[in-house]
Antibody, heavy 121, light 107 residues
């Protein structure tokens, strides 16, 4: 079965960077795009960007341009999201999410369990 | 970016009630509208995609409708397990955006 397993919670200081991983299993990794979505405490969902595990340049939400980098490692079926210049407003749960079917690649079907990133001095 | 506005932001309802949540897009998005349910501490779950297509395994009491700029999610008979927060999401543009959410609470 499809599984997306994310790395554990992180606590970072303002100005630092964080790198969250999402290890995929149960399907052919390069077949489906992967998204990153975040949710601040008590707030709504915010899309951060999308990466094609088979290659090509990721696409980022304008809000995060210049601060976010999404990469993938096909040898381990893992995607990564790195966010730099962290500020307190970046405190959130970060999710990776995969479409159910490749033709509906902008619909989030499978989700990771979420990674809480806390930014605090 | 396309702005998605949901209403109401919260509602109280009883088991068995018919519940309707609306979502309005800031520009026309055809039928590129999806609905998610999220329970506390859990990842969201897709209920409806392409405005009116029910995701497999989702109970038939959920339905979606609309096109263009105005969309609705209807729960025909609210069940105890339906108390949650619901989000719409447009998949028309490359910059994906969500509505602010509607929290459905027990009356």
């Amino acid at each position: 079965q499809v599984q997306l397993v994310q790395s554990g919670a992180e606590v970072k200081k303002p100005g630092a960077s964080v790198k969250v991983s999402c290890k995929a299993s149960g399907y052919t990794f390069t077949t489906y795009y992967m998204h990153w979505v975040r949710q601040a405490p008590g707030q709504g969902l915010e899309w951060m960007g999308i990466i094609n595990p088979s290659g090509g340049s990721p696409s980022y939400a304008q809000k995060f341009q210049g601060r976010v980098t999404m990469t993938r490692d096909t040898s381990t079926s893992t995607v990564y999201m790195e966010l730099s210049s962290l500020r307190s407003e970046d405190t959130a749960v970060y999710y990776c999410a995969r479409p159910y079917i490749s033709s509906l690649y902008r619909v989030f079907g499978y989700w990771g369990q979420g990674t809480l990133v806390t930014v605090s001095s | 970016d396309i702005q998605m506005t949901q209403s109401p932001s919260s509602l109280s309802a009883s088991v068995g009630d018919r519940v309707t949540i609306t979502c309005r897009a800031s520009q026309r998005i055809s039928s590129y509208l999806n609905w998610y349910q999220q329970k506390p501490g859990k990842a969201p779950k897709v209920l409806v995609y392409a405005a009116s297509s029910l995701q497999g395994g989702v109970p038939s009491r959920f339905s979606g409708s609309g096109s263009g700029t105005d969309f609705t999610l209807t729960i025909s008979s609210l069940q105890p397990e339906d108390f949650a927060t619901y989000y719409c999401q447009q998949s028309y543009s490359t910059a994906l955006t969500f509505g602010g959410g509607t929290k459905v609470e027990i009356k």
